[in-house]
């Protein structure tokens, strides 16, 4: 059999393609448009040495793989890519498992036992922490260097007969004291806690509450006082005690060793010393007045995108401008603003007929003109579909995001019942683009691909700015100025 | 003049070069966007640096994935890690060995044709008839060469890829006695698809390289059919070098 | 005589340390053939690459039909182009070509002909250079005397208004050189284009030149009629038409 040449370049060219999607497509890991599956997302406290791409177990068997890891008000922020048969219960919690000591992270799924099954964008809780060794190593040894300061102080006491006796008084005697300090400190937390709530309420009722709060910090120092005075007095065992010297002594050093055990029994719900003082007080109040001017700010959460851009039209020889502004809500939404300095904006012709040639002779005329981009997207994975006006007409396109969104190759239609004879097919454009650094890419492609008279093809480049960077310039240039 | 002149005037010689050769680049690039071009010469360009190596890209990666699988089922047996050596012939071949053989191949095979007949053509006054018809030489000879360099390389590395994979598994399976399962679950595991199109990638910078660095030599062709030979050894020395150079560079921004 | 149609002004053109030519200055009138002679070396095909813009003078200026070539961008060079055919000395046939592809190569790539306009218009320019039924012919089957016909009919394409040879008679027998130089003269009278030839072969020279130019040292010595270039006083023109190897013209 004799194939054409035509044949034969066909031939091994869609052999090619047929190969290079059954690599990618077995390869895993890629898909185009929307990935297989249904999206979870976990939070963690730390994820150190978990990666994209780790994998998802739920009792050893791989369901998954982890899409993105992000920081989310201090926690890692985990989205999970589950494969659409697994079906998990609600309740489902997450933990970083290691496949050995040295071995590879993963996240390891306990199943829930709730009504139900997780859906598409449910977060899960973390499991339990499951104790790393660094961290028990670390609490190990500050507890046993606490029992052995307690039980030294407590060896010396109980060295004396008098001290054995009254030791037994003093531990009832510290368990009542004890108590007492228990409900005064919850009282005031209390309390605290209104006040600050109130404070979230609103900024403007806190002169109301103030007297409140100045009210029971009076009413909790009147019943320290009290406790004081009895103290003083000597009522009781423990005035007793205060009176001996020796005893008390010893018995101050183990009250000292005791009060750092509780004290770390109790971190988790804050310390007891910290209580009394207004610190915390003010601290709680700093952190919520700043959270109300965060709110205010909305706008912050944002991801803004401010960027130029020139293209040079290698066949009309003129440059193309762009300057552009992104709005991003949401990870996978933009909102694409543009304005767009368009050299050969409108287009006109004459067609002459000239003697002693055949055909007519068509002249293009080509006036400036600035038209505007509105546009509308939405990211799936490697994949960007956008809708909206462009450069004043509808228009629609598509991104593909390669090496950590680094290369784009973007194709654009546009212009879909134009008028004019030159320019009656629709204005197609693929771009290639590519940032070597964090403000700067370099871009060429070709601009209206089937419009013989008026098709270019172009390079050029640009610079962007993401809202960091733009705070940052923003601020600079206010302190300057002041 | 010394050693050491000798290898200065060397080195500017060099560098001077790589400069014309890059503007020729740049020259063919501007050419290549000004319609028409010409789709049969294109075509034909396809299908000799393309088709006609297909064979000798086909035996190139099958016989470098077989020894592959050897080679490294040798050092894996050590660990009992036998399944990994899929990891390594598909990994090896992807990113590195497919682009660069059949690059180097495509260099000696094309790429010398390519120089012999543009030299040729220089030297029997065919690139300034070709002028004098005003039909621009760059537009008519490079671009043709370039587009199809550009696009033929990375079919073919696909090509070279996937023979190269499937003769490190008959290996591997059949003559080592790979779990076969497994080996496949190795390969595929591991590899990913920015591997494979970083790959193809390189292969399109080598099919830049070689059409480029052919041309200029043919082009630049002096005296006579000694000078074409001169030009044909020339443009695979040189194409070869460069693509050897090249690939370190890309590999370190790619990967 | 008629306007200019060439001008060459003091043109100046040198290869690495090599001058080539030295404040060559030349005219040649819209409808005249000019055959400008010179020893091998000298020159002559410089000039020639000059007049159709290959080469660009280092200092000096080449004016075709009232355009300085110096000044036009590549699109407007093409368009200028146009004008011309060219005979090379070899013929320079692209080897990749057949035959009528060769003759018809400017219309397939400047018209919007289709390839049986094409065929046929190239059947027609080979029957008029006296070539019948080797249109499918590649042109290494083609004899040497051949080949310059089909280089002559592929200048031809365009119809252009100026035409250049370069050697036109070299390396054929003098039967065959004799019937290009029938064809050149024809040419000229059929279609009234401008002609420069570049040879060497005098005998080609009286037949179709109107004038002729003699180059020498980078410079044109002499330009005159057939009959003044013969009877010329110049010690040096005398020596090269006369094809002595006694004179001024040093041959080693």
Known sequence: MRLSAEARVGLVILLGALILSYMTFTVGGYRFGREAGYRLYALFDTVAGLDTKSGIRVAGVGVGKVETIALQDGQAKVALRIKPEVKLRKGTQAAVRATGLLGEKYIELIPGTGEGFLQDGDTMAESERVADLDRLINQFSTVAADIKTVSASLREALGTEEGKQSLKEIVANIRELSRNLNVAVKDNRENFTKAVANIQEASASLKEDLPKLLESLKHTSEKLDVIATKVEKGEGTLGKLVQEEGVYNKLDSALEGLNSVTKKLEKGEGTIGKLFTDEKAYDQITTTLEGLSNAVSHLERFKTVIGFRNEYQFDSEKNKGYFSLQLQPREDKFYLLELVDDPRGRVTSTTTQVVGVTGAVTELKTDRQLKINAEFGRRFSDVALRIGLMENTFGLGTDLYLFNDALRFSADAWDFNSNDPLNKHVHLKGTASYSFFKYLFVQGGYDNLINKKLGTGFAGGGIRFEDDDLKYLVGSGALRMK | MNWLERIGSKTTKFIEEIGRICLLFLQALKWSLRPPLGFRNILKQMEEIGVRSVPVVLITAVSTGMVLALQSHTGFKRFNAESLVGTVVALSLTRELGPVLTGLIVAGRAGAAMAAELGTMRVTEQIDALSTMATNPIKYLIVPRLLAGMLMLPILTIFSDAIGIAGGYFVAVKVLDVNPVVYMRRTTDFLEFDDIFGGLLKALVFGIIIATVSCYKGFNTEGGAEGVGKATTGAVVLSSMLILISDYFLTAMLF | MGEPM???????????????????????????????????????????????????????????????????????????????????????????????????????????????????????????????????????????????????????????????????????????????NELIVEMKRRLKVTGVAITHDMTSAYKIADRIAMLYQGKILQVGTPDAIKNSGNPIVHQFVTGSSVGPIKTV
Do not use: C
């Open chain 3, 6 to 180: 060439i001008q060459l002004i003091d043109v100046y053109k040198s290869f690495g340390d090599n001058p080539v030519l030295r404040g060559a200055t030349l005219t040649i009138e819209r409808g005249e053939t000019m055959v400008i002679i010179g020893g091998s070396g000298t020159g002559k095909s410089v000039i020639l690459k000059h007049i159709i813009g290959l080469m660009k003078p280092d200092r000096g200026k080449v004016v075709v039909s009232g355009k300085d070539l110096a000044t036009l961008k590549e699109r407007a060079l093409d368009e200028l182009r146009k004008k011309f055919g060219m005979l090379f000395q070899g013929a320079a046939l692209f080897d990749s070509l057949s035959v009528w592809e060769n003759v018809g190569f400017s219309l397939r790539q400047q018209t919007h002909l289709s390839d049986r306009e094409i065929k046929q218009l190239a059947v027609e320019k080979l029957a008029g250079v006296g070539l019948r039924g080797v249109e499918d012919r590649m042109p290494a089957d083609l004899s040497g005397g051949m080949k310059k016909r089909v280089g002559l009919a592929r200048a031809l394409a365009m119809e252009p208004e100026i035409l250049l040879y370069d050697e036109p008679t070299t390396g054929l027998d003098p039967i065959m050189a004799d019937a290009i």
